[in-house]
């Protein structure tokens, strides 16, 4: 009887600290998208967080301009518990004036 309760009190205190590393996970997440939509500099954007190991955080989405980057960067570096950011967000592409033709592939008016 000794032997059940002791695994099951072992299993209990396994979970518990799975869970309170998930809490904490999303807990980070949370930090570094709010500060992401509290500046100005990267408000207009939609971000994906995702907290790697060791405080390590991976940043993904679209901007507009390059510059951007170094301040998606900046800002979530600053947030307590971030080690680094690993930022892979992507520069979009600018609108183009002429409609492409996908079978021909050549401009048309």
Same mark, same amino acid.
């Given at each position: ?19 309170? =590393?998930?809490? *904490?996970? %999303?807990?980070?997440?949370? #930090? &570094? ?34 510059? =951007?980057?170094? *301040?998606? %960067?900046?800002?979530?570096? #600053? &947030? ?30």
């Amino acid at each position: 009887m000794r032997i059940a309760l002791s695994i099951l009190l072992f299993c209990l205190v396994l979970a518990c600290a799975s869970g309170c =590393d998930l809490m *904490a996970k %999303s807990k980070l997440e949370g #930090a &570094v998208l709010k500060a992401l939509k509290d500046d100005p500099r990267t408000s207009q954007y939609s971000f994906e967080v995702s907290l790697q190991e060791n405080g390590v955080v991976l940043i993904t989405g679209e901007i507009l301009k390059d510059e =951007d980057k170094a *301040a998606i %960067s900046e800002i979530a570096e #600053a &947030v307590p518990g971030v080690q680094s950011v690993m930022n892979n967000c992507a520069v979009a592409e600018p609108p183009s004036d002429m409609m492409q033709d996908p079978v021909v592939n050549t401009p048309y008016l």
